[in-house]
Every structure is written in C-alpha cells, then in structure tokens.
C-alpha cells in the first residue's frame, strides 16, 4: 500500500505522487526521473526504493 503523499525521497522533498507524475510526463528510465525529480541526490538512501518504484511503473 501506498501513500501517495508520503516522501519517497526525504531529502528532496518527493513524493511518490511526483515520481509517478514525472513518468506520466515521459520519463522512461530511472535516471530521468531522477533527472526530473532530483530524487536520490540527497544521502542517496531512497535509490533502490525508487528505482523499484519506476521500474514497477515503466513494466505496466
Ligand atoms: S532520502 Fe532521497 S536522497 Fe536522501
């Protein structure tokens, strides 16, 4: 389950709404969306949970 509003990326201040907005936007591959987002580029502890998160998005 889950929250949408909840920050993937603590450091960066991104929630998973984001993430899914920016593939929505045509990111198709991990490294846009961080480009995007700038998800991971804090203490870079969220990488494998958002990598998991687009990747389960992008094989849809
Ligand atoms: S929580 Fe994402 S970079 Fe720190």
Redesign the pocket.
């Known amino acids: 389950m889950e929250n949408l509003n909840k920050?993937?990326?603590?450091?960066?201040k991104?929630s998973f709404e984001k993430i899914e907005e920016s593939i929505k936007n045509g990111a198709d591959s991990f490294e846009k969306v961080v480009e995007e987002t700038k998800?991971?580029?804090?203490?870079?502890?969220?990488?494998s949970y958002?990598e998991d998160i687009v990747k389960s998005k992008l094989n849809k």
């Open positions: 920050n993937v990326c603590n450091c960066r991104v998800a991971t580029k804090g203490c870079g502890r969220c990488k958002v």
